[in-house]
């Protein structure tokens, strides 16, 4: 590869940019992201993501929505546009797409209903969704789309940007007068961006996710859903111990975490591996209200949470951050503008790992390696 150094290591090998190998060199804290790098997560939030979509599709269309049909393509196809590391708005962007490939005739019996439901029932998800499915069953709404949705959400990904749900809104609530209208009012249905207490697909997405005993340890509320088995139950760790023993040896105290997780449901997997982490550079955006996130453009690819992580290590010396995602790599850009950041890109070793290394590779990250546990061979090999 032109412009890298290829390192060999005791598994496979790694690539380092030429010019990013004397900054490297000289790094004295690190940063991880946490799901693709320390967790295996495409099982439990990937899988989150589309059996949310299929359960409320299967609501709102009047017909069994295959989960199936939200595949990995689909979900890599709008992160790697850089604006989709926030699962509750790719749920919620998959949902609104789909909605708007309905036939027209549904468009105007469509708006009815969400404006009833929003009458009615304003601030309980559940009551409004159960009013909802009520009601559509009522008015005999029956659309079979799953079939084609696939190829049709991986052209509509290519089309959009680091800007995420905003280019994606501006694409979607196109059309005639009638269709936008119905978008509008589902929208206002969805009740998105919202906290769980609001919104149903932050309520349905974690109840999904967490199961019903972690959902209450997290949000303080009862889940409705009696989901006994969470996806996060899926997760497994794929940073080794002896990773990050060395690590510890190499940077001390400096070693955070930034991502876009809740704290709880973070350590749910990692466990004692945060006795690693120096707990003053830790950010987790999803402890952070969905709206606030929107509004202050705190969630990635923005900066905030690389720069807040970082606060505790020392100035002047660069910062290595460690992702697997477009997000994660243009954070790491943006934040380069306050502060000197390095990107260690993890490809992994799954069926999409040749897509990474290649955006990866295009894209000029610093460092490229299958896993985070090529990461101290690689600093030594680098140091020597």
Request: proline share 3%; with cysteine; aromatic share 10%.
């Amino acid at each position: 590869m032109q412009d890298y150094s290829k390192i060999k290591l005791p598994k496979g090998e790694a690539y380092v940019r030429e010019d990013s190998i004397e900054k490297i060199a000289s790094v004295n804290s690190i940063i991880f992201d946490c799901d693709g790098v320390l967790v295996e997560a495409s099982k439990s939030y990937n899988k989150a993501i589309s059996e949310t979509v299929a359960y409320l599709l299967s609501i709102l269309l009047g017909e069994k929505f295959k989960a199936s049909a939200i595949t990995e393509e689909v979900i890599f196809a709008l992160r790697k546009t850089g604006g989709f590391n926030n699962d509750w708005n790719t749920t919620y962007a998959i949902i609104m797409f789909t909605m708007s490939k309905m036939p027209e005739q549904f468009f105007d019996i469509c708006s009815k209903i969400f404006k009833k439901v929003n009458r009615q029932e304003p601030n309980d998800p559940y009551a409004r969704l159960e009013l909802a499915k009520r009601t559509i069953s009522k008015e005999k709404v029956k659309v079979a789309i799953d079939r084609r949705i696939t190829n049709e959400l991986v052209e509509f990904a290519g089309k959009l940007d680091s800007k995420g749900l905003q280019t994606a809104e501006k694409m979607i609530f196109r059309g005639s007068p009638v269709k936008v209208r119905m978008l509008k009012l589902l929208k206002e249905f969805l009740c998105y961006p919202e906290g769980v207490s609001r919104s149903i697909v932050v309520a349905v997405f974690d109840e999904l996710f967490y199961g019903s005993k972690l959902f209450k340890k997290v949000h303080g509320i009862s889940a409705k859903l009696e989901i006994e088995k969470g996806t996060i139950q899926n997760e497994r760790l794929l940073v080794e111990k002896a990773t990050l023993s060395k690590l510890k040896e190499m940077f001390g105290k400096s070693i955070g975490m930034a991502t876009g997780r809740g704290s709880i449901g973070t350590f749910f997997t990692l466990r004692n591996i945060k006795d690693y982490l120096n707990p003053k550079a830790l950010v987790f955006l999803e402890d952070i209200n969905p709206k606030v996130l929107e509004e202050k453009k705190y969630g990635k690819p923005e900066p905030y949470a690389l720069l807040k992580a970082s606060e505790p290590f020392a100035n002047g010396a660069s910062v290595i951050y460690v992702g697997d995602s477009a997000e994660d790599l243009i954070m790491a850009r943006r934040a380069s503008k306050t502060k000197d950041f390095i990107f260690a890109a993890i490809c992994g070793k799954d069926s999409l790992s040749e897509k990474r290394f290649d955006m990866f590779s295009k894209e000029k990250a610093d460092v490229i390696a299958s896993s985070v546990n090529d990461l101290p061979s690689i600093f030594e090999k680098v140091k020597n």
